[in-house]
């Protein structure tokens, strides 16, 4: 399963709502996790089962959809949210990680 | 709390072999899968490998079939990944990181550590 990423990348102000979509190749139902990294620094879990928020992440990170189609949503952007973001299809292996969305400042 | 503490990074020559080991501690090691995660510098993430929480039925990439092999010591808690047959593309950064449970998600990630397939 390939999974699409877009945009690969984007800039964005503090305050602003940002989105980020990734499309499978096929359907995966809601096995789709989203994923934050900063440089140097490992990936930290953001979303997982597609919109289900990880404890200690904020609320202003949302996360959407199911099949073939997923978004991430960021709310109110905040200067620590500046980083990479990446989906992970985990419907089956091997497990697939889209190409990533480097979110930068405008 | 979890950590995972990966080692064994370092510099190999083309068709060289290497073992990563990833020391687990914070959680009950034997009751999670476990996967190993590699990102190449400046690129994105490609996930490696998954070991069940029985060392029983792992699974791979298909770049890595045949040469690489995941494993673990639920006595030690610790995690391995050998590698043989290293070849320029294998040059990353390699992360342990946990399951949520079997298979369900990565929940959490080691700090990484560095390996350099040159001559």
């Known amino acids: 399963i390939q999974m699409t990423q877009s945009p690969s990348s984007l800039s964005a102000s503090v305050g602003d709502r940002v989105t980020i979509t990734c499309r499978a190749t096929?359907?995966?139902?809601?096995?789709l996790d989203w994923y934050q990294q900063k440089p140097g620094k490992a990936p930290k879990l953001l979303i997982y089962?597609?919109?289900s928020l990880q404890t200690g992440v904020p609320s202003r990170f949302s996360g959407t959809g199911s099949g073939t189609n997923f978004t991430l949503t960021i709310n109110n952007m905040q200067p620590e949210d500046f980083a990479t973001y990446y989906c992970l299809q985990d419907s089956s292996f091997p497990w697939t990680f889209g190409q990533g969305t480097k979110v930068d400042v405008k | 709390q979890v950590q995972l503490v990966e080692s064994g990074g370092g510099v190999v020559q083309p068709g060289g072999s290497l073992r990563l080991s990833c020391a687990a501690s914070?959680?009950?090691?034997?009751?999670?899968?476990m996967h190993w995660v590699r990102q190449a510098p400046g690129k994105g993430l490609e996930w490696v490998a998954i070991v069940l929480f029985d060392g029983m039925t792992p699974h791979y990439t298909d770049s890595v079939k045949g040469r690489f092999s995941i494993s673990r010591d639920n006595s030690k808690n610790i995690l391995y990944l050998q590698m043989n047959s290293l070849g320029p593309e294998d040059t990353a950064f390699y992360y342990c990181?946990?399951?949520?449970?079997?298979?369900?998600?990565?929940?959490?990630w080691g700090p990484g550590t560095l390996v350099t397939v040159s001559s």
């Open positions: 990181a946990k399951d949520y449970s079997s298979t369900s998600y990565i929940d959490f």
């Open positions: 089962g597609a919109s």
């Open positions: 914070g959680f009950i090691f034997s009751s999670y899968g």
């Open positions: 096929q359907g995966i139902g809601k096995d």
